[in-house]
């Protein structure tokens, strides 16, 4: 008697279904479209409306709040420069509004003695010179003068 080998064999695997778009790949591509949609509006609106864009209810509440600050004493306004400076930031309609307030926190912050490594006094003078230059290259320049903004910019470093 003689044994034959036996070979077993795996069957065939099944072809790979094919590629489709999962839910999740479809929900991101809608969601990116939709944010890039809502960009390219606003940067055509900016763009056809110019400096004179208005303001929402919101941005005009926080410059509001900011020119208050500006007509009350100094020590109030370097205490809530947050405010201040992110109505400033609003650009070129909150700018114009709010330069008195911008002079004074610069005088304040340029009067004031040198503080050590990482002072908020430094941390402010940038944070006023980004603010001021948020739309505008030469804002602050045209704001505060140019000797103003480089004494800021020495203090910044």
Known sequence: MKLEPVYLLAPEPDAPPPRS??????????????GLGSVATLGV????????????????????LAERLQDGPVEELVRQRDHFLIALALGTP?????????????????????AGRGSSRRDAARALLQ?????????????LGP???AALSALAR
């Open 21 to 34: 778009f999962s839910r999740r790949v479809l929900f991101l591509a809608v969601a990116a479209s939709c």
């Open 45 to 64: 609106q900016r763009a056809l409306l110019g400096d004179d864009a208005p303001l929402d209810d919101a941005d005009e509440a926080l410059i509001a």
């Open 94 to 114: 909150a700018r114009k509004r709010l330069e008195s307030g911008s002079r004074a926190l610069a005088g304040r912050l340029l009067a004031d003695p040198p």
């Open 131 to 143: 603010a001021l230059n948020v739309d505008d290259r030469d804002g602050a320049v045209m704001v």
């Open 147 to 149: 000797d103003s903004v």
